[in-house]
């Protein structure tokens, strides 16, 4: 999202030792400084391995303490301490200039937590900012703006976060920062686009995307979005999902999105399990190319499998699951009911019925088979998409 969570006080200085160090940046003309403020220790912790990978994906930009102590708790292997670094494009305009390592230093096993204000892509390659998320063993996006973030592709930076979580450290966000870690990333670099709009046009000149970045173990293939519910995202998401398969973005011709709302978070482990804390999540698979999905022309997209997570539940992505979905798909622009909640298909060795939707938006006709037995049929293509066999029975 391009828009700033909320952001709680300071921490007392009870809590942590505060040092800030800022450096300016100028172009000609006198810009924002790049900005460092450090809480807790002044030197790093030292030891020679670490027990993660773990990620926190945050479905706003506030920090939730439970999953993000399990993050902690795993890398560190439950002795010890580590450093963590909040990486943002912008400053908070109101309350506490360290809103997220002010709930980090709460937390058992933190040595420190650096944030990093960074106003320019070129502070992508920042000494200093690189030296201290190397040095680091978890990197967290703050909520605010993913054009931003995508703007440190191809800087060193990109190269240092990588290198946290190959030494068994991790990597999250919120919002933004949640957007960004992701290996398909809606960028919103040319603004942020509604369900309505993306349904309506999946090329739609605010679906913009940035690949090549970060690519996590276990979760290739996967857009990721935000404040899903709250800001009803799930038609864009499918529109994300098509437009991922369609221009090729993934590859097997499948790709994921994973919609975490408000106040919720998928805390990740080094085995691909993911566990939802807070109030629900969704991943959306779409498994075929989209029936339409053109320039100018409304979305068709039959029978994406839909899973809604809630407390406690989990999904793993590295064996990805074949059952407990509902189904739901968007005929020329329109979205079935209930998008946020089904019956799940439950047995995992019966394919669900294909349906065929009409891809012309003036022609409601359905298809009704009256023979017994079983039978190879055809559809005209100009106006349904599929064939097959399958058993009728007569009314």
Known sequence: MRTKSPHAKLAPATLALLTLTATVVTAGTAEAAATRIRLGSATDAKRASWQGPAYVMNGDGKILTAPMARAVDAIRGGTGSMDVVVLSGSA????????????VMTLPGVNSCTTWTLTAARDGNNTQVNSDIRNAEFVFFAGGDQCRYAAWKGTALEASVESVVAKGGGSGGGSAGHHINSPVVYDACNGSVTSSEALAD??????????????WADYGGVVNDSHFVTRDRMGRTMAFVARAIKDGRTTGGK???VGVDEGSSLYLDRSGQATLYGKQAYVVL????????VPGRPLTFSNYRIWRLTAGQTYDFRNRPTCGYYLRSITNGRADANLYDGTPHTDCGTAPA???????????????????????YYLDVEAYRGSGAAPTTAP
């Open 92 to 103: 908070p305009t109101s309350g506490s200039r360290t809103p997220e390592c002010d709930t």
């Open 202 to 215: 999946p090329y739609d000149r605010y679906l913009s995307f940035t690949t090549g970045m970060f690519e």
């Open 255 to 257: 790709a994921w999105g």
């Open 286 to 293: 779409g498994d075929h190319q989209p029936e339409q999905a």
């Open 354 to 376: 294909t349906t065929f939707a009409e891809t012309e938006a003036d022609d409601d006709d359905t298809l009704t088979r009256t023979t017994a037995g079983t039978g190879t």
